[in-house]
């Protein structure tokens, strides 16, 4: 087979990706972002958290830890948010979201880390609640601003002497996909004041008006009307 019909034809599915997803998820949110930058058609499964539907017997097949998103590709069924990012590049290498410089590749995985480690857990709303139950109303709120500014501090120093309209540079990175979405929640979720971290506020200013992020936003979502 000729080598360059072998690479395009590697960049389509051959069957219609299939996401779980629940529109208020972020991790959800950063998966669908990715999927409308490589410009993947999909299929959307919504997954309503509030009604438990992530502990039915079928999501229980698909990842028994009952989280969002999930993705599924033919036969193969992968279960976070990162991992299914890092499938998507490998897999469907159109619109690259990792750079080919190792260090600008590294500084990437750093600000992904930081979200989805350091920022995305801690203000979980199922951890939120439970703080709530045992400290009082309002402490939930101020454990997830905390954790988030914490980790937003931290992502200012290391983005602010690589960033230019993105986090890295002038085009979208992986990086990227992962802080628009916890910007977004931090802003209107959490009342996160953004003033005191202006790199984090271009970067979010820049991908907020991208279609794929538009098209990504939790509120376009197929389930968002009957779930709000």
């Excluded at 017997?57 to 036969?75: A, I, M, S």
Aim: hydrophobic content about 45%; glycine content about 4%.
């Amino acid at each position: 087979m000729d080598p360059n019909l072998q690479e395009i034809s590697s960049s389509v599915p051959e069957k219609k990706l299939i996401l779980y997803s629940c529109w208020g998820s972020s991790c959800s949110w950063r998966v669908r972002f990715a999927l409308h930058l490589k410009e993947l058609p999909y299929e959307y499964r919504a997954v309503d958290l509030s009604k438990g539907e992530q502990f039915s017997p079928e999501f229980d097949r698909l990842n028994p830890l009952h989280f969002v998103p999930v993705l599924v590709d033919g036969d193969l069924v992968i279960t976070d948010s990162f991992a299914i990012l890092m499938y998507l590049e490998e897999k469907y290498p159109q619109n690259a979201l990792l750079p080919n410089d190792l260090k600008l590749k590294a500084i990437n995985f750093q600000a992904v880390s930081i979200v989805s480690s350091s920022i995305q857990p801690l203000q979980m709303m199922r951890v939120v609640l439970s703080i709530e139950e045992k400290a009082g109303p309002g402490e939930g709120l101020s454990w997830a601003q905390q954790h988030i500014e914490k980790g937003f501090i931290a992502l200012e120093q290391l983005l602010k002497d690589v960033s230019g309209k993105y986090a890295i540079g002038d085009e979208v990175h992986m990086a990227d996909v992962f802080l628009a979405p916890q910007i977004g929640n931090a802003m209107n979720r959490f009342k996160v004041d953004m003033l005191k971290f202006p790199t984090l506020t271009k970067i979010y200013e820049s991908c907020k008006v991208l279609p794929a992020f538009q098209a990504s936003l939790p509120e376009r979502q197929p389930d968002a009307a009957v779930s709000i």
